[in-house]
C-alpha cells in the first residue's frame, strides 16, 4: 500500500506543482494582455489627442493668418503714410522720390516692351518667310508635276493620232485596192 500512496502523494505534487505552474503562465498572460490593452488604449489616446491636435493648429491657422495680413497690410500703410504727415518738406521729397522712380519704372517698362514687339516682329517675319519659301517650294512642285503630266499626256496624244492616221491610210489603200478590184 505504501508504494501506491508514495506514487499517488508524488501524482499530486505533481498536479500541484503542475498547477502552480499553469497558475503562473496564466497571471503572466493575463498580465501581458492587461498590458497590451493598456498600450493599445494609449496609443488610441495620443491618436486622438494628435487628431485634436492638428485640427486644433488649422482652426489657429485660420484665424492668425487674416489677422497676421491685416496687421502687416496696416504696418505697410503706417510706412507709407508716415514720412507724409511730418512735415511739407519731407512730403514734397517723398513725392519727388516717387515721381522719379515711376518715372524710371515707366522708362524700363517701354524699353521692355519696345524689346518684346521688336523679338514679336520677328519672329512673326521669320515665319512669314518659313510660310512663303514653303508655299514656293510646294508651287514649284506643283507646277513641275503639272508640266510632267501634259508632255506626257501629249505625247500620248500624238503618237495616238499617229497611228490613227496610219490606221486609217492603211484603210483607205486597202479600201482603195478593193475598189480597184472591182472595177
Not at 89 to 98: D, F
Request: net charge positive; aromatic share 2%; proline share 1%.
Amino acid at each position: 500500500m505504501a508504494t501506491t500512496t508514495q506514487s499517488q502523494t508524488q501524482s499530486q505534487t505533481q498536479r500541484k506543482a503542475t498547477a502552480r505552474k499553469a497558475a503562473a503562465t496564466r497571471r503572466r498572460n493575463a498580465a501581458k494582455r492587461s498590458q497590451s490593452a493598456r498600450r493599445a488604449a494609449e496609443t488610441r489616446a495620443q491618436a486622438e489627442l494628435n487628431t485634436l491636435q492638428v485640427v486644433q493648429a488649422q482652426a489657429e491657422r485660420a484665424v492668425l493668418i487674416p489677422v497676421g495680413a491685416a496687421l502687416t497690410a496696416r504696418d505697410e500703410v503706417l510706412e507709407v503714410v508716415k514720412p507724409y504727415t511730418v512735415s511739407r518738406q519731407s512730403a514734397e521729397r517723398e513725392l519727388g522720390k516717387v515721381q522719379r522712380k515711376v518715372q524710371r519704372r515707366v522708362a524700363t517698362n517701354l524699353r521692355k516692351y519696345e524689346r518684346r514687339g521688336n523679338t514679336a516682329r520677328n519672329r512673326a517675319l521669320r515665319e512669314i518667310k518659313r510660310t512663303r519659301t514653303k508655299v514656293e517650294r510646294e508651287l514649284r512642285q506643283r507646277r513641275t508635276q503639272a508640266t510632267r503630266v501634259v508632255k506626257r499626256n501629249r505625247r500620248e496624244a500624238e503618237r495616238q493620232v499617229k497611228a490613227g492616221r496610219r490606221e486609217a491610210r492603211t484603210f483607205v489603200k486597202s479600201v482603195q485596192e478593193q475598189a480597184g478590184t472591182i472595177a
